[in-house]
């Protein structure tokens, strides 16, 4: 009689295929089940094997005590369950003690695999021992590897789960980039698909993925403890293996929300806010000089002097028809003035504020590569600035600032703030892009484009405006098109995840103001690859 512990996803399709192949098969699990057998007092008395697709090394050694005393010569443990090398040479000096045989045998293959008979068996232990059940191990399995003696198989089946996280993890954050910046993840993955670096698991998980189907194949939970035991492996071998650490704290963080669910959950992991963190490269020119705020005011849209309280604000530079040229920042510092934009708008900006520059006495210092800033949430931090749809402070320094790791952008998305180039882009008007409250002064002197503004404000209608979306479906791109019975109502321009919803901004043209819910249409085709609604 063959005794199989453990009734999960793997362990019941291989206990359906062993009975289907005739084998005196008895089953066990530690909760009830349908198809376990009743024992009352589990014991592997009457089994000549015992085969063991326990969860983890908790419950395996466990299990192993329970059913130690009627263990002995002639019976053999095979284990199949995924647990640490500790454990399985635990396991080896058990079973040599009591006098049974021993087989650390953790297999490659998920839910259809394992229905299929499908499994891989890597082995360790005794050679004439693998032949002595390969024929048992063949019905579940459709290539056994021998390694040598334990724990060859469980180090093997450990790095090779990692290598499938790995792999997984960086699919998952190709696709967010690549979505973010407006490639379908549909033709990502035909792309993918030709590419030296794609793997079949890609090909497994990624078709789930898109339709946010994450049924359980190999659980987050089990992958989390997996990649702790490559951790623990790394350790202690001396191993340099920082990539681990990586994956784990990834699948750590998907486990909080989905820890039943498929591993390949972890593309629904939402971006680490930040409450604090540099903002990257910015385009940083310094306007001094006698004649530098009355400039500077005739040229900006917002009013220079709100700057005097130490405040950074919002600011356009507009072309004579009222159209963006560029988006900025300004505050005051002692003397002189800083504005900040997109490090990609560095030479615009200098050509924008040059332009203007005729008998002013005004001196432009680019300082790009001088200076550094940071945001913080917190708006008694440093200069009060509304970068992300909420109050928060700015901090310039001449150090550079340590990378942190987190981003504002599930903020920034939320709370309905456009950024450069995403929602603002040449030509934009501020009234479309909701500017007209936080970037618009409509007291202050003249500049270029101010009276295109002030028409428009009378006007009140714009032929687009910013709205804030739900989507329905993870990794819809950016430039994602907008449809209301087969007609193009607006397109999307930022995407992300945030408190567990898939959020997005984007632009609603006018004769569509009054819908609220929207087919979303691929960027590269007219396949409907979701819906929207808006918020």
Request: proline share 6%; with cysteine.
């Amino acid at each position: 009689m063959t005794l199989l512990l453990g009734l999960g996803i793997i362990g019941s399709r291989c206990a359906d295929n062993l009975s289907a192949a005739g084998i005196d098969l008895k089953t066990w699990n530690r909760t009830p089940k349908d198809r376990a057998d009743s024992i009352t007092e589990l014991s592997a008395a009457d089994a000549e094997v015992i085969l063991c697709y326990l969860m983890d090394e908790h419950a395996v050694r466990d299990i192993f005590s329970q059913i130690a005393p009627s263990l002995g010569e002639g019976k053999t443990f095979i284990n199949h369950a995924t647990i640490d090398p500790d454990t399985t040479m635990w396991l080896d000096a058990q079973c040599r003690a009591l006098g049974c045989d021993f087989l650390d045998c953790p297999f490659t293959g998920s839910k259809d695999a394992s229905a299929g008979g499908n499994l891989v068996y890597y082995v360790s232990g005794k050679p004439e021992l693998l032949e002595k059940h390969r024929s048992l191990l063949e019905i579940t399995s459709r290539e056994i590897m021998f390694l040598g003696p334990p724990p060859a198989a469980t180090v093997v089946k450990v790095t090779t789960n990692l290598v499938t996280a790995s792999a997984v993890t960086a699919l998952a954050e190709a696709l967010e980039i690549s979505r973010r910046h407006g490639v379908d993840p549909r033709d990502y993955t035909k792309a993918l698909a030709l590419n030296a670096s794609y793997a079949p698991v890609h090909g497994l998980k990624t078709p789930s993925i898109l339709e946010d189907d994450f049924d359980p194949h190999f659980s987050t939970k089990n992958m989390l403890k997996d990649a702790r035991f490559s951790e623990a492996l790394a350790a202690e071998a001396g191993a340099h293996a920082p990539g681990i650490s990586t994956v784990s704290a990834l699948l750590e963080q998907a486990s909080g929300h989905a820890a039943e669910e498929d591993f390949s959950a972890l593309v629904k992991n939402e971006p680490y806010p930040a409450d604090f963190a540099p903002l990257g490269p910015r385009a940083i020119i310094e306007a001094s000089g006698p004649d530098a705020a009355r400039y500077l005011n005739g040229q900006i849209s917002n009013d220079i002097a709100l700057t005097e309280s130490g405040d950074t604000i919002s600011a356009c530079l507009l072309n004579a028809k009222g159209g963006l040229e560029c988006f900025v920042y300004v505050r005051k510092m002692a003397e002189s003035y800083i504005i900040d934009a997109p490090i990609s708008e560095r030479e615009t900006l200098i050509a924008r504020l040059d332009k203007y520059l005729i008998a002013d006495d005004v001196t432009l210092t680019d300082v790009s590569d001088q200076l550094h800033i940071s945001h913080s949430l917190d708006p008694e931090a440093g200069s009060k600035a509304n970068r992300f749809g909420m109050p928060g402070s700015d901090l310039i320094t001449d150090e550079e600032p340590e990378p942190i790791f987190g981003t504002f952008e599930g903020l920034r998305i939320f709370n309905g703030a456009p950024k450069w180039p995403n929602e603002l882009f040449p030509g934009i008007l501020p009234a479309e892009a909701g500017l007209e409250e936080s970037a618009i002064s409509f007291t202050k002197g003249c500049y270029t484009g101010q009276e295109v503004v002030s028409r428009m404000k009378r006007a009140g209608k714009v032929n687009r405006k910013l709205v804030k979306l739900v989507l329905n479906k993870p990794l819809i791109p950016k430039n994602s098109r907008l449809m209301v019975d087969g007609k193009e109502a607006g397109i999307i321009t930022s995407v992300t995840r945030f408190d567990s919803k898939e959020i997005a901004l984007g632009y609603l043209k006018r004769k569509f103001e009054e819908a609220k819910e929207f087919e979303v249409v691929s960027p590269s085709s007219d396949q409907v690859i979701g819906s929207a609604k808006l918020t």
